[in-house]
């Protein structure tokens, strides 16, 4: 089936926008999550979701960033007024939430914000 | 406070070599290992943990609690091994974040 997918793949936004970055895990999945990748780092967790309820929000880095996921399936992240430093890759995983299952991850998005 | 170590970031053999990733960790609880990697051009995906005890293309890794280490070991390096590769720490029995090591870059010439 399909995986997880991640629009749009890339985005450009002025010091200021806001952007909206969605995530459509793979069909069934009930935990997703977000992460943040600055460049050459590793993931950094954000948020987790378990179905619609939002779990663990302990890696958002401000208030700036809010993410929901209304009917326990696609997901979407935003983040308001944009700095420099929000540029990186943004990635989405999910995984069957039983345990020891491993997390299936997107392709990302790309986000620079000029 | 979980974190995960790996202390180089690049390694270069040739073909053929036997190649070594470390990866250390700390953590109180009942750790997860994971390594995942990243080939040039694709997502992120597992390539094995460490409750399977499995062999994924050649590769394994055994959790070593004492040293706090999840090693990925090959014994014959191929150039299709050439990618990014990332440890990561969660928490057993659970299923919620993981935790990332800033990854290394292997490259395997031919």
């Known amino acids: 089936g399909a995986g997880v997918s991640q629009s749009p793949r890339y985005k450009v936004a002025k010091r200021g926008q806001d952007v909206a970055l969605r995530c459509d895990p793979i069909?069934?999945?009930?935990?997703l999550f977000w992460y943040q990748q600055a460049l050459g780092q590793g993931p950094e967790f954000l948020t987790y979701?378990?179905?619609?309820?939002?779990?663990?929000k302990s890696g958002l880095p401000s208030d700036r960033f809010f993410a929901e996921r209304p009917e326990g399936s696609v997901s979407t992240l935003k983040i308001q007024r944009t700095q420099q430093e929000d540029s990186a890759v943004y990635l989405c995983?999910?995984?069957?939430?039983?345990?020891?299952?491993?997390?299936?991850f997107g392709d990302g998005t790309r986000l620079s914000i000029l | 406070a979980q974190r995960v170590t790996q202390p180089e970031k690049l390694l270069s053999v040739f073909k053929g070599a036997p190649v070594e990733l470390k990866c250390n960790y700390s953590?109180?609880?009942?750790?997860?290992l994971f390594w995942y990697v990243q080939y040039s051009r694709q997502r992120l995906q597992l390539l094995l943990r460490?409750?399977s005890r499995e062999s994924i293309k050649g590769f394994t890794a055994d959790l070593n609690k004492g040293e706090t280490s999840f090693h990925l070991k090959k014994p014959f390096a191929q150039e299709e091994d050439s990618a990014m590769y990332y440890c990561?720490?969660?928490?057993?029995?659970?299923?919620?974040?993981?935790?990332f090591g800033k990854g290394m870059k292997l490259t395997v010439n031919p």
């Open positions: 990561a720490l969660g928490s057993q029995g659970g299923s919620e974040k993981l935790v």
């Open positions: 979701f378990q179905n619609e309820a939002q779990l663990d």
């Open positions: 953590y109180s609880g009942s750790p997860e």
């Open positions: 460490h409750i």
């Open positions: 995983a999910s995984s069957t939430g039983q345990p020891n299952q491993p997390q299936h």
């Open positions: 069909s069934g999945h009930v935990s």
